[in-house]
Every structure is written in structure tokens, then in C-alpha cells.
């Protein structure tokens, strides 16, 4: 296989953009959060640079769990959702902050967000690290926002195209004949 950032057509956010924003976002989590019982809900697999960065500027006892949802299935085009793994810690009466990587159709959050609800937790709050607004379908509140980005679709840093590219350490545009 060639080198997966020879893929890349263009950096959108370079690493240390993403880190000073990241920064920027578990300052104000943290300020917000101060003195509630949180708890952390990434979604895999896309959150995983991100969920890892942020939680690490956050200084507060936090608890950290996982829910799985896929809503692409090889390429770019939306399918069904299927939970693939569920939530362990209850999250009764506790704040909840829902990370998840991009913040698209809003057809993901908005299935997350219904199903965390019926565990009546104190509050749900979101967290993206990326928003296309135009391609926005439901609306979804997103209360902490990294970047609004435009529509196209982006890889790095966690976000994959059919699984791969999530390791690079920036975000980027794929050449679009990777793609069409
Ligand atoms: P939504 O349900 O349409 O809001 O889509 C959210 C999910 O789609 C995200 O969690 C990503 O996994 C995926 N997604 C949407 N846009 C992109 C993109 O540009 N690159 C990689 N994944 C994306
Ligand atoms: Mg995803």
C-alpha cells in the first residue's frame, strides 16, 4: 500500500490548529463541568484521536465510556444505523457530554441522543469536533463546535474513508478519484 497522506489532496486543519482548538474546547467543558458528576460518551470509532486529546486537557474526575454506531457502511454515502456497542455506566442523574467526530446529516446524534435520553441523565450535551452545516438534514444542537468545515469529505485524525486514513495526524481532503 502507498503512503496513506499521499491520498490527500489538500490539509484542511493541520495538527497544531487541532491542537489549540481541541485546547480551546476542554477549557470551556471543563469550566462548564466543574463540580457536575460527568461522564464522557465517545462514539466509536471516528472519536478516538479526539476523545483521547480532549479528555487529557480536562481536568476534572471524569468517567469515560463508549457507544458504538455506523452509519456509513464502505464509502461516503449514508445507510441504515446500527448500534454495534451499547453503553456500560449509568448514566442516571449524571451530565453527560456526547463526543462524536463530525457533525453531518445529524442522523447519528439524533438516534444517540433519543436513546441516551430514556436513561434520564441529568443533561445531554454534544460535542463535535467537526460540523458541515450544509449538510445539515435534523436539527441537532451542538453545543461545543471545533470547526465548521465546508462539504467535503474529510479524513484524519479518526474520521476514515472504508476504514482507512484514520491514522493520519491532520485533517484532509481525499483526492476525489479515490472516491467517485
Ligand atoms: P450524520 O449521521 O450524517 O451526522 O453523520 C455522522 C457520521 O458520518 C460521523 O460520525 C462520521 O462517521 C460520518 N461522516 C460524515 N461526514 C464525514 C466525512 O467527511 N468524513 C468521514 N466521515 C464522515
Ligand atoms: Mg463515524
Redesign the pocket.
Known amino acids: 500500500m502507498s503512503d496513506p497522506s499521499a491520498d490527500i489532496a489538500k490539509v484542511l486543519i493541520s495538527e497544531e490548529e487541532i491542537r489549540r482548538r481541541v485546547a480551546e474546547l476542554a477549557a470551556q467543558v471543563q469550566s462548564d463541568f466543574a463540580g457536575r458528576d460527568l461522564v464522557v460518551v465517545g462514539?466509536l470509532?471516528?472519536?478516538l484521536m479526539f476523545l483521547a486529546d480532549l479528555v487529557r486537557e480536562i481536568d476534572l474526575p471524569l468517567r469515560l465510556d463508549f457507544i458504538g454506531?455506523?452509519?456509513?457502511g464502505d464509502g461516503?454515502e449514508?445507510r441504515e444505523?446500527v448500534f454495534t456497542k451499547e453503553l456500560k455506566l449509568d448514566v442516571a442523574n449524571r451530565d453527560v457530554l456526547l463526543v462524536?467526530?463530525?457533525?453531518?446529516?445529524?442522523?447519528?446524534?439524533?438516534?444517540v441522543i433519543n436513546k441516551l435520553g430514556g436513561m434520564t441523565p441529568r443533561q445531554v450535551r454534544t460535542c463535535?469536533l467537526?460540523s458541515?452545516k450544509a449538510?445539515?438534514?435534523?436539527d441537532?444542537p451542538a453545543d461545543y463546535i471545533g470547526f465548521e468545515?465546508p462539504d467535503?469529505?474529510?479524513?484524519g485524525y479518526g474520521?476514515?474513508?472504508a476504514e482507512k486514513y484514520r491514522n493520519l495526524p491532520h485533517i484532509g481532503v481525499l483526492k476525489p478519484e479515490l472516491y467517485s
Open positions: 462514539l470509532t471516528g472519536t454506531v455506523s452509519s456509513y461516503t449514508s444505523l462524536d467526530d463530525i457533525l453531518d446529516t445529524g442522523k447519528t446524534l439524533r438516534a463535535v467537526l458541515k449538510r445539515r438534514e435534523y441537532i468545515i467535503e469529505f474529510v479524513v474520521l476514515d474513508y
